[in-house]
């Protein structure tokens, strides 16, 4: 895939733009969005993932335009994972509802930073380390059991990371919110505010889960520009998915399943990749393995899609019928 400096000052130069919108436009003025105004810009920004994808289709071809989808709907999906993480950690910190737009905005523009690291260290890997393959599909397949295993728990409490704990550590902290202000002076001393700190509790919450992301990412397409493209644009409607589904989390209850099928089915795939690439030893003599035909990216994608909606359909009917019981059980049943 060819893709010109210019096209990548212009993707940038969106991405920024999209930022901006977003700083100028919805979090300059505290307030918490309706449901409505969620659910408009929620789905505008997924319309400007989709005419992006049919860009990519239209100039580089289906082929990379498949493998652009597929890796946007992955990220998509897991960043709706993330969600019960972020909403764990404003319940914790008991962010006022009219300032977590702000949070959310920030944190996530922490994130997109540090993902574009992780993407540009993970690309570096793979030009030079063909064997990375086979790590990166094992550690999916091993995360995908541990997601599977996990089931429909989800903790309910939020723990802080050693990140959180050392900002503490270092730097004097309000026990109260100042309005928005991330730093305050009190008897001329300055002072960081627990928006601060919510706010880095959610940039590197979702530096930990691009641990999981960004492989899952690479077993769906090697091309950085797409990578990069479909990570920014899953991540900055995430703010808006987080109000439009703040309140449908706990009705996505085989959610982690779906997760763990879709990570797994990645991590298989990385790993016949890695067979027909492969350089290692004592593997094959370091010849390559060919036996298993690799997954195409029309079968990756119509996996993903599939196992997120029988996912969704089943936790509604699962949700539904839970609700029927519990409403049918009286004081006289119970």
């Given amino acids: 895939m060819d893709v010109a400096p210019w096209v990548w000052i212009v993707t940038v130069a969106i991405i920024l733009a999209m930022l901006a919108v977003d700083y100028v436009g919805h979090v300059r003025t505290p307030h918490a969005p309706t449901l409505k105004e969620s659910a408009w810009w929620s789905l505008a920004y997924v319309l400007v993932a989709v005419v992006f994808g049919f860009i990519v289709m239209a100039v580089w071809g289906p082929t990379y335009g498949g493998e652009y989808f597929a890796g946007y709907i992955t990220e998509k999906s897991l960043s709706v994972d993330n969600l019960f993480v972020f909403v764990l950690i404003m319940t914790s910190f008991r962010v006022p509802r009219e300032h977590q737009q702000r949070v959310l905005l920030i944190g996530i523009t922490i994130a997109l930073v540090l993902r574009t690291v992780f993407i ?67 008897d001329g001393k300055r002072y960081i505010t627990p928006m601060l700190i919510v706010m880095i509790a959610i940039g590197s919450a979702d530096l930990l889960f691009a641990v999981d992301s960004i492989p899952a990412i690479f077993g769906l397409t090697q091309e950085t520009f797409l990578v990069f493209t479909a990570n920014a644009f899953s991540l900055l409607g995430l703010r808006q998915l987080y109000f439009l589904v703040d309140g449908l989390l706990d009705r996505l209850v085989y959610l982690n399943y779906g997760l763990a099928a879709i990570l797994g089915f990645i991590g298989v795939k990385l790993v016949i990749h890695a067979l027909h690439t492969n350089e290692v030893p004592f593997i094959n003599g370091g010849e390559h393995v060919e036996a298993i035909p690799e997954i195409s990216t029309t079968l990756s994608l119509s996996f993903i899609v599939v196992t997120l909606t029988i996912t969704t359909v089943a936790s509604l009917l699962k949700t539904r019928r839970d609700r029927r019981v519990t409403a049918g059980s009286g004081p006289e049943d119970a």
């Fill in 120 to 186: 540009l260290a993970g690309a570096a890997l793979i030009a030079n380390f063909a064997w990375i393959f086979y790590v990166f599909g094992a550690f999916l397949i091993w995360t995908a059991i541990a997601q599977a295993r996990s089931g429909t728990d989800h903790d309910d409490e939020f723990q802080e990371n050693g990140v959180l704990r050392l900002t503490r550590r270092i730097f004097p902290t309000t026990d109260d919110y100042v309005d928005h202000h991330m730093t305050t002076k009190i």
